[in-house]
């Protein structure tokens, strides 16, 4: 019988990830509404529960919570973060406001190991992104672990199965995290495993065939790697009757459409379409600073473009594009649900309402690394499947403030070298994505005996595994001295550079 864990969704960032981890862990996994009541949760007859976290508080009268009979089912649970604070609470242990939040790395003190921090080293390091924590277990429970500031960081009843965690261990950052999310799945709720991903491809071209029938379709390609692989995903499906168009919108970085044509001509060949659109995006962004408007009027210039494309093609009703899952979770939350939105990824939230389009997103449900491995399958040469993201609405949201041509120019050149430079670091497989930023202010400088004032540079160099979670990179200092001295010398009308060092969250990888 299928083995299946299903994932209560009270709206976290980081719901689809605790799926996919446990997924990778060869279990299949689903998110479920936090409001999926226990006779539902009978039917579908999950091997184990997952509460992810949330951005409400248990504190709040309104906050989300569940079928409190759920518990009851003897079905093991596992509770994150605001799981655990919801667990704690209706099983009359006590929850308060903490003092300060704890965002970002902690160091976990073991105190039972016995259940889901079995054969793991006494002191861990986690993750965490909290404001409220559990100061008193439920009866029967038992502390587990805790940090310096949290004297709960997890809780556990043996008998119930019932466990929580106030950290993160579905994110990267969480070092021992798949350990813990094993020992959960396979010492205490007994799964067997074995689910991989190895259909999802057939699955995905015979699920194309029966959307498209016999139409054509647009795909929307930006010359990164989900949108390659969308594109070989519908071409193994439909052949000839895709049009990839590739928008030259003027927000590239330095030799992009080159490089994008030759990648698809000389490593992967496939028929694409490039349209010079830049004289639209820039006119349709002038004046405009704030970053959500940038993302709008990006998103709907882009479609206008798809729309025109279809006049000399027989009827295109579809349009494909590599919408990941960080892109939908970010722009809005998931299945309407009450996740808080962050940013309206191009993709997704730039939309318009009269969109003309039937949407095709294949990729919807998974993470970067995910898409990678598909890719590989799929054939795409290695070249284009290790290229670092780069946003759909490019250098826009990189110059905080006014788009010019004059600011694209002076972020264009400072970005290649800050390129050129990482790509000579040793350690460059670990780098998510190197780049430059545009800020909006100017300070004071001399070069030569001359006094200058001019603009700053900021440096955002970060590791990641799938975008949701950041580290920004301890680079070494050689390297970073390279990158400034290079810029301030070699790009005209900078005289400051400054190297971001926040992680995500609490800050986002983009500036903007
Ligand atoms: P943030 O800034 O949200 O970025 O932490 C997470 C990852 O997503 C990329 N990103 C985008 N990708 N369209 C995209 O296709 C977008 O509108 C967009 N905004 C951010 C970003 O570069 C990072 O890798």
């Known amino acids: 019988m299928k083995e299946l864990v299903a994932v209560l969704d009270f709206g976290s960032q980081y719901a689809q990830l605790i799926a996919r981890r446990i997924r990778e862990l060869g279990v299949y996994s689903e998110i479920v509404h936090h409001g999926v009541t226990r006779d539902e949760l009978i039917e579908m007859n999950p091997k184990a529960l997952i509460l992810s976290g949330g951005p409400a508080s248990v504190l709040d009268p309104e906050h989300p919570t569940m079928d409190e009979r759920i518990l009851d089912l003897n079905v093991p649970i596992f509770g994150i973060c605001y799981g655990m604070q919801l667990l704690a609470l209706l099983l009359s242990g006590t929850v308060d406001k903490g003092r300060s939040g704890e965002y970002g790395p902690a160091r976990l003190d073991v105190a039972d190991d016995t259940s889901i921090f079995n054969g793991l080293a006494q002191q861990l390091d986690v993750w965490m992104s909290h404001g409220d924590h559990v100061t008193i277990v439920p009866d029967g429970y038992k502390m587990l672990a805790q940090t310096a500031t949290c004297s709960v960081a997890s809780m556990g ?6 466990y929580g965690v106030q950290f993160h261990p579905e994110v990267v950052h969480t070092l021992q995290g798949m350990d813990m999310l094993r020992n959960f799945l396979y010492r205490v709720a007994g799964c ?5 991903m190895t259909k999802f491809i057939e699955e995905s071209i015979e699920r194309i065939r029966s959307q498209v029938a016999d139409s054509n379709v647009i795909c ?28 030259d919108n003027g927000l590239l970085r330095a030799r992009e459409v080159d490089d994008i044509q030759s990648m698809f001509t000389d490593d992967y060949p496939l028929h694409i379409t490039i349209v010079d659109a830049k004289k639209e995006f820039l006119e349709a962004l002038q004046g405009v600073t704030d970053p959500e408007e940038k993302r709008k009027i990006i998103g709907e210039t882009f479609i206008r473009i798809f729309q025109a494309e279809t006049k000399d093609i027989n009827h295109a009703d579809f349009l494909a594009q590599g919408t990941l899952y960080p892109d939908v979770i970010e722009s809005r939350s998931a299945h309407g649900g009450p996740s808080a939105m962050i940013k309206s990824h191009h993709n997704v939230g730039g939309l318009p309402e009269d969109l003309q389009f ?35 609405p490019g250098l826009a949201v990189r110059i905080i403030g006014d788009v010019t041509e ?9 970005d290649s070298v800050v390129k050129e430079e990482i790509l000579k670091y040793e350690h460059f497989e670990d780098v998510w994505q190197a780049f430059a930023v545009l800020l909006p202010v100017k300070t004071v400088g001399v070069m030569g005996d001359e006094r200058t004032y001019a603009n700053v540079i900021a440096i955002r160099i970060v590791s990641s595994l799938d975008g949701m979670t950041a580290d920004w990179m301890r680079l070494p200092h050689d390297v970073l001295t390279r990158m400034s001295s290079r810029i301030i010398n070699e790009v005209h009308g900078v005289n400051r ?12 990888i983009e500036w903007e």
Request: hydrophobic residues 40%.
């Open 192 to 196: 067997r495993g074995g689910w991989t």
């Open 497 to 508: 550079v400054v190297y971001d060092i926040s992680s995500k969250p609490p800050s986002t």
């Open 406 to 414: 004059e600011s694209l120019e002076v972020l264009r050149h400072a």
């Open 358 to 392: 039937a949407l095709i997103e294949p990729l919807k449900e998974l993470f970067k690394d995910e898409v990678r491995i598909l890719g590989k399958e799929l054939g795409l040469p290695e070249k284009l499947l290790k290229r670092k993201p780069f946003p759909g």
């Open 157 to 162: 009843n043996d008998t119930k199965k019932i």
């Open 220 to 247: 929307a390609l930006s010359g990164g790697v989900d949108s390659a692989v969308v594109a070989a995903l519908i071409d193994r499906a439909i052949g000839d009757r895709m049009k990839a168009v590739f928008v």
